[in-house]
């Protein structure tokens, strides 16, 4: 199998158990789903080579204390190449957040976690794919206590193995910048 396929599996697979995670019921916890824009900057490793982009963001979690809860996200935004080629990008990641100031309407957080990182020309047989480690910053304001909006900052570095038409890949370092404005609701009970 080749690992254009193998990894389209492994993100199916990896959609359907956060589909399938949403569909639990908040039993005794804080869970929270939220969803919203996303501003995706490439850096300057492949920035020469594509624009940066927009796109959607989609998030869930739990929050275990007033001060830790696991976050994960899915994620997809567009782009064009130097030649004016469409590109999509698409990201999994998870981390803990650490959060502060907690309880009152804003609260402030850390992040560091781990992501998937998949980079494909629309109309060319090229793809990038890689891991990263991130880390983050962002804030949670609060309008009641089942709503709010998060605000996040996030730098990944990761290798992208860049596969042309089959032929062996070329490792190329990657930076990618996040900034997400994503609407949440907490399910509290």
Not at 158 to 169: C, H, L, T
Request: glycine letters at 12%.
């Amino acid at each position: 199998m080749n690992d254009k396929i193998r990894m389209k599996i492994s993100f199916m697979t990896t959609t359907i158990a956060l589909l399938c995670c949403l569909c639990i019921p908040a039993w005794g916890g804080n869970w929270y789903l939220g969803g919203g824009l996303e501003y995706v900057d490439v850096g300057d490793d492949l920035g020469d080579i594509v624009d940066s982009g927009y796109g959607l963001s989609f998030n869930f979690g739990y929050r275990f204390s007033k001060w830790f809860a696991l976050d994960i996200s899915l994620a997809g935004s567009v782009h064009d190449d130097i030649d004016g080629d469409d590109l999509t990008y698409g990201r999994f990641s998870i981390g803990p957040l650490f959060i502060f100031n907690s309880p009152s309407q804003f609260q402030p957080y850390l992040t560091i976690g781990l992501a998937s990182h998949f980079l494909e020309w629309d109309d060319f047989d090229i793809e990038a794919t890689g891991g990263s480690l991130f880390l983050g910053t962002g804030f949670d304001y609060y309008f009641t206590q089942n709503h709010s909006i998060d605000v996040g900052l996030r730098y990944h570095t990761w290798e992208a193995d860049v596969d042309i038409g089959g032929f062996p890949s070329v490792d190329v370092d990657a930076t990618t910048t996040t900034l997400t404005i994503l609407y949440n609701y907490h399910f509290v009970w």
